[in-house]
């Protein structure tokens, strides 16, 4: 037998819905305060998440 199945349509990952595919910049400026109290609050994922944010380009936008 042979199964095949499409792409994920929809994820959660750390409490958040993944990102649509291309809607990146939007789902992390939407987020980003959220990102910012957690990782405040010495969760290192998310000070790993701001790194990136921070320091990527594809991310310029948000930034803002």
């Known amino acids: 037998m042979v199964l095949v199945v499409g792409g994920i349509v929809a994820g959660m990952e750390?409490?958040?819905a993944?990102?649509?595919a291309g809607q990146d910049?939007?789902?992390t400026k939407d987020n980003l305060a959220e990102f910012r109290k957690r990782a405040e609050a010495?969760?290192?994922e998310f000070v790993d998440v701001l790194?990136?944010?921070e320091t990527?380009?594809?991310f310029?936008?948000?930034r803002g």
Do not use: M
């Open 14 to 16: 750390a409490g958040f």
């Open 18 to 20: 993944l990102p649509a």
């Open 25 to 27: 910049t939007q789902w």
């Open 42 to 44: 010495g969760d290192e």
């Open 51 to 53: 790194k990136e944010v």
């Open 56 to 58: 990527r380009s594809v």
């Open 60 to 62: 310029k936008d948000a």
